[in-house]
């Protein structure tokens, strides 16, 4: 729920964002991450794994981080 809710805050903010995800997360919200016109990282592992390539992709690219675990 909370990647979904960065895409639409985003969308609203004429920004995109750029969601790791689990790539076994529920269709339905994967879904509505990309209908709100983020960029989904698909990947493959659990939450752990998607917050840790998204604190390493923050850290290498200079991105905000807003994660929440």
Same mark, same amino acid.
């Given at each position: 729920?909370? #990647? ?6 985003? #969308? !609203?903010?004429? /920004? @995109?964002? &750029? &969601?790791?995800?689990?790539? +076994?997360?529920?269709? #339905?919200?994967? /879904?509505? &991450?990309?209908?709100? %016109?983020? &960029?989904? *990282?698909? *990947? =493959? %592992? !659990?939450? =752990? @794994?998607?917050?840790?390539? #998204? ?6 690219? %200079?991105?905000? !981080? @807003? !994660? +929440? %675990?």
């Amino acid at each position: 729920n909370a #990647a979904a809710s960065l895409a639409a805050i985003s #969308a !609203n903010a004429d /920004t @995109r964002a &750029i &969601i790791f995800a689990p790539a +076994t997360a529920p269709l #339905a919200k994967l /879904t509505q &991450i990309l209908q709100y %016109g983020a &960029i989904l *990282v698909p *990947v =493959d %592992g !659990n939450y =752990d @794994r998607a917050f840790d390539l #998204a604190w390493q992709a923050s850290e290498k690219f %200079g991105w905000y !981080n @807003r !994660n +929440t %675990g």
